[in-house]
């Protein structure tokens, strides 16, 4: 602008005229900046003036009604109260729905009247040292388990277990989700109250973490006392901050995803029925709802996205969740009146929380809150959140955005499996292929049946399975490989060196080469279950097993009892270590088999954690073993009576 001003000067009076624009020019920019700066401190003093008028209208209703005097009878009093922030206009009443083959209107979703202000900075909170968090997704019990939660129930124990043995501080939740409509109308089809279905079904719930050995540290259910208190805690401060209000909603519900969809992600079936995204059918709800503000949230979402890379996994759901947030967020119903069966909205009974308020909330119940005094409130902000890949947009959108409004630290990663498919069909109990978790552990052995959907399915990806594989995996890679290397390597100890383990000769190239491998499955394994890669670090195990059988076929120690007895214990001690680091890494997927393995090789129960592995300690000679057991026996079919 200057340089413009200075040309044209100087056609019409030289040098003195030129000074004279530059400055008036000057001059005129400083006043535009002031101004612009002025109008800049107005905007963001009125923004501040409006959150703490809104803070101090919820303030004022809280006391009000805390303070007003109980009446006789039903009142409609609070109905004609909660009326809309005075800058969201009313809305029509919703058209009841068209034929189901007509398109009917798209679900309402009231705009926000002024994008609400960020949440208040949490508070500083203690070192969390080398605590570690993780959550499995709390189930839906209105009917009983599952080979789907006994694999996301497995998985993350098996996920537990190996952070504890690499000696990490472990707080492994999971539970149950026993709330929402699906639960009132089970439990209606058994004759039974809602409270009872749950107690039933979560009870069920438990006993399948117990047969498959899971290490969970609380099992949480959220019909408890301390969760309702926190729901009701998380809820307050999300409306304090200004991203809950009274509005209605009309649009498409689906009862077994317990979700509500805009009219775009529905589609009709060839008979004429209206299905979710997930399948499921939708129902048209027209009902009175709280609303939280998520399309406030959307530029949070999107830089927590880009600012934290692996907030998501794998890479498949973080892509989806990213695309559906550009799409654009529109505001949540967040509370339902057509039922009673779920936690109270806070100052108005007649609502109760949508089942996904109170659901997602178990995950800081679960470690003290709301009292964060509490011991284990140090374990928040989760580490990883493990959940099946269909709820991946409540638990990496929805989650975060109540967090961020409450002023609750954000967890860690959220990381999303894929299914499991039965001959290559999804389970459905009305094609009548869901398969009972108790059923295959008791045919196929707990561990057997752990090792094998940690080893075949590629974590985050969908799998498949049937009897012939599970078989092939039990006999070649845990009876073959692994079982029988460790049975014949300390059998010959047993029976030619009277169960001492031996003291070993100079190493060679050989011995060096497969005890180099051994060493180095414990940084591989670290690599890949930092982000969830569990068969990853089962392929890298098994790749040393498979080496350990070449160099024991090749060393051939039973031939060497009579032509280099010394270079043949110096053979059966190098196996001996290579068992061991492989048993002791194995526990996380095989707890019993392993432990048995390490039993078999002396090892005392305060040396089979990851510090013993990659050759900073070595198995101790001279160690008399007890008599080899076989750790992992073939699968023979019953024969039919």
Request: zero cysteines.
């Amino acid at each position: 602008m200057a340089t413009r001003a200075k040309k044209t000067v100087k056609r019409k009076g030289g040098k003195k005229a030129t000074k004279k624009a530059v400055k008036k020019v000057t001059k005129s920019r400083a006043r535009a900046d002031a101004k612009k700066k002025a109008k800049t401190k107005a905007r963001k003093s009125a923004a501040k003036t409006r959150v703490k008028k809104a803070k101090t209208r919820v303030a004022r209703k809280t006391k009000a009604k805390k303070t007003a005097p109980k009446k006789v009878g039903k009142s409609t009093s609070r109905k004609k109260a909660a009326a809309k922030p005075p800058s969201v206009a009313p809305k029509a009443a919703a058209p009841k729905p068209a034929p189901v083959a007509a398109k009917p209107a798209k679900p309402k979703t009231p705009r926000s009247p002024a994008k609400a202000a960020p949440a208040a900075a949490p508070t500083a909170r203690p070192d969390r040292g080398n605590a570690f968090y993780i959550t499995t997704a709390i189930a839906y019990p209105n009917g009983h388990p599952h080979i789907g939660h006994a694999y996301e129930a497995i998985a993350t124990d098996t996920l537990a277990r190996f952070a504890r043995l690499d000696g990490k501080d472990v707080f492994f939740l999971t539970g149950t989700d026993e709330h929402g409509l699906k639960m009132i109308q089970t439990a209606q089809s058994e004759g039974l109250q809602p409270a009872e279905l749950a107690a039933r079904n979560a009870g069920r719930f438990r006993e399948m973490d117990r047969r498959l050995n899971v290490s969970f540290d609380r099992f949480i259910r959220t019909t408890e006392e301390q969760h309702h208190r926190s729901s009701q805690e998380i809820w307050r401060r999300m409306a304090a901050n200004g991203d809950i209000y009274p509005d209605s909603y009309s649009g498409w519900y689906s009862v077994r995803d317990e979700a509500y969809y805009a009219e775009d992600e529905t589609r009709l079936n060839d008979d004429g029925v209206r299905l979710g995204p997930q399948g499921t059918p939708v129902e048209w709800v027209e009902e009175k709802s709280y609303f939280f503000r998520l399309s406030a949230y959307q530029d949070r979402l999107l830089a927590l996205y880009q600012q934290n890379p692996d907030f998501i996994g794998p890479d498949s759901r973080k892509n989806e969740v990213v695309s559906f947030v550009k799409g654009g967020l529109r505001d949540l119903s967040i509370s339902r009146t057509t039922f009673s069966w779920g936690v109270k909205v806070p100052d108005d009974e007649e609502h109760v929380m949508y089942v996904w308020v109170d659901a997602l909330t178990n995950y800081i119940t679960g470690v003290g809150f709301p009292d964060e005094s509490d011991g284990n409130w140090r374990y928040w902000p989760a580490d990883v959140h493990i959940i099946g890949k269909d709820i991946i947009r409540f638990h990496a959108v929805y989650w975060p955005a109540f967090l961020m409004s409450a002023g609750i630290p954000v967890p860690k990663r959220v990381y999303a499996h894929g299914f499991l498919f039965n001959r290559g069909e999804k389970m459905s109990k009305s094609v009548g292929n869901v398969v009972d978790p108790f059923n295959l552990a008791d045919q196929y052995g707990v561990d057997q049946m752990r090792y094998f959907f940690l080893r075949e399915v590629p974590f985050g990806q969908d799998g498949n399975y049937n009897h012939e594989a599970i078989v092939a995996r039990i006999n070649a890679d845990l009876a073959n490989d692994l079982g029988n290397l460790a049975q014949r390597s300390l059998s010959m100890i047993a029976k030619q060196l009277s169960g001492v383990l031996p003291e070993p000769g100079e190493f060679s190239d050989s011995d060096k080469a497969i005890l180099g491998h051994a060493d180095g499955m414990i940084a591989l394994a670290r690599e890949a279950m930092a982000s969830q890669q569990i068969h990853q670090w089962l392929n890298a195990v098994w790749a040393v097993v498979a080496e350990a059988n070449r160099y024991f076929a090749g060393e051939a120690p039973w031939a060497l009892a009579k032509t280099d007895p010394a270079r043949q214990k110096t053979v059966l001690y190098v196996t001996a270590e290579v068992v061991r680091q492989i048993a002791i890494l194995t526990q996380p997927a095989m707890p019993s088999a392993s432990a048995r393995l390490l039993d078999s090789l002396g090892v005392p129960d305060s040396e089979r954690s990851f510090a013993m592995l990659g050759g900073s300690r070595r198995v101790a000679p001279g160690t008399t073993l007890p008599a080899p057991a076989p750790a992992f026996p073939r699968y023979i079919e019953p024969t039919a009576n």
